[in-house]
């Protein structure tokens, strides 16, 4: 089960704007921040691993911790930030700390079997730990950072320090020109167009129909289903291996790709018009093979195309075909055959969705589809007893009672 306070926690993200002593053309959250962070690095690490070794369950985790430290810090300017971590970083990093314990009490780390506390504290206080994909994880961060910038530079170009805003954040970039992804997204080639067509998911709000509170963009979900991915894979396996996490996270980060072309389609339209779903699926599969799929390495193209086909089902690889199996086995639960978990992306989404609901109705923005959404997920969930915890928000109207 994951805790309550550890959703609402990641929910927090979604209210936090950052660059808000700017001009700003469109709204931007830390949440959607750290998810385009995070898609940046699958990038970088599918580059750096061809040169040296990673650990992408310490850039799963080390994602993890980071986006934590950043909530509950909240948007302290990157110069301040820089400066307090110098002169006072132990004491700022043992706050934190101290904020999450709580929420990450009783999960553990699958990348080493520790509390998550533990794994976190490491991880923030020790500069030697995962010093690689810290670096991958930095990388990504300034690319990300780079990204936002531009849209508010090009905005008020004019602005009293924009310009060394600008300069300080080439000068942090070129830090890690010798990461090999870094150098091929500033090329300005495909590599770049693939990051600039991931960002296009922050433009697109979720519950389009809705109004929430806090707001939440495709590119935002994709994120919050990935982490929920990764921490509800313990309820499957207690000692999943190493790929089968990676798949988990990953697909459930990619799983909306295809919406950059589509929008989002709400699901009540998808199950309601026949054979509405499977024409969209099949106008996703064309436009990934058409537009998507050139973007990157053609190494990278059969991955993609392994976390996006049949995203919600359970499969394994078989030499170089996929096979959706009924559920996740021992014996396939190997690094060898790639095991993804389907059913898990499932939960997380149908789960993030829910708390998008939920948290829009604690704070008092009540809609017919909103309800709608709780009460159908509460009553699919609420007879399991591994899951339903995660399908009770308190603090929200009682449904009976709801206008």
């Not at 500069?127 to 690689?132: F, G, L, N, V, Y």
């Not at 059969?302 to 976390?307: M, N, P, R």
């Amino acid at each position: 089960m994951i805790p309550t306070r550890l959703i609402t926690r990641i929910f927090e993200a979604a209210s936090i704007q950052r660059w808000n002593d700017h001009v700003r053309p469109v709204e931007l959250t830390e949440l959607d921040k750290q998810a385009h962070k995070m898609l940046i690095a699958y990038m970088l690490g599918r580059f750096q691993e061809q040169q040296q070794e990673i650990s992408w369950l310490r850039i799963i985790e080390g994602g993890l911790f980071e986006f934590l430290q950043r909530v509950v810090l909240t948007d302290i300017k990157p110069p301040v930030f820089h400066y307090l971590m110098k002169k006072v970083g132990r004491q700022l990093n043992r706050y934190v700390i101290e904020q999450v314990e709580g929420d990450l009490s009783g999960l553990k780390s699958m990348a080493s079997g520790r509390a998550l506390v533990d794994e976190m504290t490491s991880y923030l206080e020790d500069p030697k730990c995962c010093a690689d994909e810290k670096r991958i994880l930095n990388a990504s961060h300034y690319l990300a950072t780079k990204w936002e910038f531009e849209l508010v530079y090009n905005a008020f170009p004019k602005m009293y320090g924009i310009h060394e805003t600008k300069r300080e954040i080439e000068d942090k970039i070129e830090d890690y020109y010798e990461l090999t992804g870094v150098q091929k997204i500033l090329l300005g080639g495909k590599s770049h167009h693939f990051v600039d067509l991931l960002s296009q998911l922050r433009f697109q709000k979720r519950w389009s129909k809705t109004p929430r509170i806090p707001e939440t963009t495709v590119l935002g979900h994709m994120l919050v289903v990935a982490i929920f991915s990764y921490l509800l894979t313990p309820l499957r396996a207690k000692r999943p291996c190493k790929k089968r996490i990676y798949n988990n996270f990953f697909s459930a980060l990619y799983h909306d790709l295809p919406e950059v072309y589509t929008r989002d389609i709400i699901s009540p339209v998808k199950r309601k018009v026949a054979g509405l779903e499977d024409v969209i699926l099949e106008y996703e599969k064309k436009k990934l093979e058409q537009k998507i799929l050139p973007l990157l390495p053609e190494t990278w193209q059969k991955e993609l195309i392994y976390f996006l086909e049949n995203q919600f089902r359970d499969r394994i690889m078989e030499g170089d075909r996929h096979r959706v199996v009924r559920e996740i086995v021992d014996e396939w639960d190997r690094d060898e055959f790639s095991p993804v978990d389907g059913t898990i992306v499932k939960v997380a989404d149908e789960m993030a969705a829910y708390w998008e609901a939920a948290t829009s109705l604690s704070h008092g923005i009540w809609s017919p589809h909103l309800e709608e959404a709780m009460n159908s997920l509460e009553d699919k969930y609420g007879h399991n007893d591994m899951l339903a915890p995660c399908f009770k928000a308190p603090g929200t109207i009682p449904r009976r009672s709801r206008p």
